[in-house]
């Protein structure tokens, strides 16, 4: 670390310098080693595909578990919502539930 807060990432054998708010450091660090991971299993996938090829692979790898994630979660608050407002009525004695 050169810097206040700059970390040297290693990723694809290239470093790069990323400035991390304070607190961060160790959840981008991970981020790093999770891409890495996920680059070096591609690379062996797809061992002709280039540098480019391999990151854009690995991001959108990355990224679908990540929409199916935040729609379970959108699922999940709206079940919330719904049950919450049923619990309301039921309270109020509305009775329609």
């Given at each position: 670390?050169?810097?206040?807060g700059v970390r040297?990432?290693?990723?694809?054998g290239i470093g790069y310098p990323v400035r991390a708010p304070a607190g961060e450091e160790a959840i981008l660090e991970q981020a790093a080693a999770r891409l890495q991971e996920q680059l070096d299993q591609n690379q062996q996938r797809f061992p002709r595909a280039g540098s480019h090829e391999l990151l854009v692979l690995t991001a959108?790898?990355?990224?679908?578990?990540?929409?199916r994630q935040e729609a379970e979660q959108s699922e999940a608050?709206?079940?919330?919502?719904?049950?919450?407002q049923r619990?309301?009525?039921?309270?109020?004695?509305?009775?329609?539930?």
């Open positions: 670390m050169s810097e206040s040297v990432l290693k990723i694809l959108l790898n990355l990224c679908v578990p990540l929409l608050e709206e079940r919330l919502a719904a049950l919450a619990i309301a009525r039921q309270l109020q004695g509305d009775g329609t539930a």
